[in-house]
Nanobody, 126 residues
Framework: VQLQASGGGSVQTGGYLRLSCTAS????????MGWFRQTPGKERELVAG?????????YLDSVQGRFSISRDDAKKNTLYLQIVNPRSGDTGVYYC???????????????????WGQGTQVTVSS
């Protein structure tokens, strides 16, 4: 199984960025996907998740209204994260993840992640 993330880079506050993650080799009929973020000295945390139906989503409070997660299973199981009006606090390494379990009110739990992508750096500057 491979999760290939792309789209990271440098962006200014108030700008726009879109991350993509393509999953290959998965044979499960259904799985949830999400984006985690890690910054130096902090634990990796889920910023956005989406279940296998696409009907349920989760967002970290600090990104509500600015991040939008979506998935397109017709296009090789691709996951997207649109970041609008980024802030300096959004800087970090973003990892896409796949899990067979959706946790009520929490989305993807790190302990239940089955596969991780390689991470893509997002740097927000003013």
């Amino acid at each position: 199984v491979q999760l290939q993330a792309s789209g990271g880079g440098s962006v200014q506050t108030g700008g726009y960025l879109r991350l993509s993650c393509t999953a290959s080799g998965l044979t499960w009929p259904s799985y949830s996907m999400g984006w985690f973020r890690q910054t130096p000295g902090k634990e990796r945390e889920l910023v956005a998740g989406i279940d296998w139906t696409g009907d349920r989503t989760y967002y970290l409070d600090s990104v509500q209204g600015r991040f939008s997660i979506s998935r397109d299973d017709a296009k090789k199981n691709t996951l997207y994260l649109q970041i609008v009006n980024p802030r300096s606090g959004d800087t970090g390494v973003y990892y896409c993840a796949v899990s067979r379990k959706w946790v009520q009110n929490k989305g993807l739990a790190i302990s239940f992640v089955d596969y991780w992508g390689q991470g893509t750096q997002v740097t927000v500057s003013s």
